[in-house]
């Protein structure tokens, strides 16, 4: 594809030679000749400097030295999205209809284009969405229901009476509607199960990664709004309320009954204890816990979770400590002298 091409495909503006032949994508550092890269963050403007590449996405206001043509969009990383998918092959698409080692309900409602691929078991009063796509040896429960254009991966399983929005995306090893952790305890510290008769409700163009796992409602829905994204082995318990876009990376867990606003962002390996209200907007920083209500537009950081700017200044604080130490060990030195000259 030409740097032409290419630019207008994008929506990008360029000083340079037009003809020149791009072939791929590649990271900065790298990309060789004929490959197209990216910088989104101005802190990563040596790597650009030395990049192999023959053309670069960057900012609109970018003006530091790069040897490859510049291709300036509004945003860099969207724009290399795009970029991406023009020259991504992806695998072929699965072909419509129900493949003959799939068992599949007598009474199931498909609709039209629809993909069930080798040793799924679809159960009784499942409804299935035009265009949607259930993989390799995926499980949906009885009752549940899937959207138009949804995509199972393989080996998805989805409990009784769950439901799926349209365009959802679940990736490898997901189980969804799996009972929620709830037990009764008597004087004797011995626990029983407490029936879980919600059900999980997801709505429409959500992603879920890899082996996350999203628990039933012990009574009602455990919900998942519109275009939530999660990550990768995700724990998200009994009757969570999770509010349109939101985000949660990877190895975040959510305890039971807790509802987190709309746009809130869970960075890497934090999570939050049960029954609290996480407001919309809020950032929630990698490695944190929460353990108490968050207004909406916070951000925060620590175990437990304090708003990031007094936790930094704490933290501070603790890496000054050592010289503390060293002062007060040499006035304590200071005070010995003086006590014994005066004895």
């Not at 890899?210 to 999660?230: E, L, P, Q, S």
């Amino acid at each position: 594809m030409k740097l032409a091409e290419l630019a207008m495909q994008i929506g990008a503006s360029f000083d340079g030679d037009e003809s020149i032949e791009i072939s791929g994508v590649a990271g900065i550092r790298e990309a060789e000749r004929g490959d197209v890269s990216f910088i989104a963050n101005p802190r990563y403007a040596t790597e650009a400097s030395s990049t192999k590449a023959s053309a670069v996405i960057v900012a609109e206001d970018w003006t530091a030295d790069c040897p490859a043509v510049l291709l300036r969009a509004k945003n860099p990383d969207a724009a290399f999205a795009q970029a991406a998918v023009l020259f991504y092959t992806p695998a072929p698409a699965p072909a419509a209809g129900v493949h003959p080692t799939a068992v599949v309900a007598s009474d199931v409602e498909l609709g039209e284009g629809v993909s069930i691929g080798p040793l799924c078991v679809v159960e009784s009063g499942v409804k299935i969405g035009a265009g949607a796509v259930i993989s390799a040896q995926c499980y949906v429960g009885f009752s549940s229901v899937i959207g138009e254009k949804s995509f199972l991966y393989p080996q998805v399983s989805l409990r009784e009476f769950t439901k799926i929005g349209t365009r959802v995306i679940v990736h490898n090893g997901t189980v969804i509607g799996s009972d929620g952790f709830g037990y009764s305890v008597d004087a004797e510290g011995i626990r029983t199960k407490i029936p879980q008769i919600g059900c999980v409700e997801i709505g429409d163009d959500v992603e879920i990664g890899a082996n996350v796992t999203i628990d039933r409602a012990r009574f009602g829905k455990t919900k998942i709004g519109n275009g939530v994204k999660i990550d990768n082995l995700v724990q998200i318990a009994h009757n969570v309320v999770i509010g349109d876009h939101a985000v949660l990376v990877a190895q975040v867990a959510i305890a039971g009954s807790t509802s987190i606003g709309e746009k809130t962002i869970f960075a890497g390996q934090s999570g939050a204890a049960g029954h609290l209200k996480i407001g919309s907007h809020v950032i929630v920083l990698a490695g944190s816990g929460v353990i108490k209500d968050i207004p909406d537009g916070a951000c925060v950081m620590g175990m437990p979770a304090i708003p990031a700017a007094k936790q930094k200044k704490a933290h501070a604080g603790i890496m000054l400590l050592p010289k503390l130490k060293e002062r007060v060990t040499a006035l304590e030195e200071k005070i010995r002298k003086l006590t014994d000259s005066s004895v």
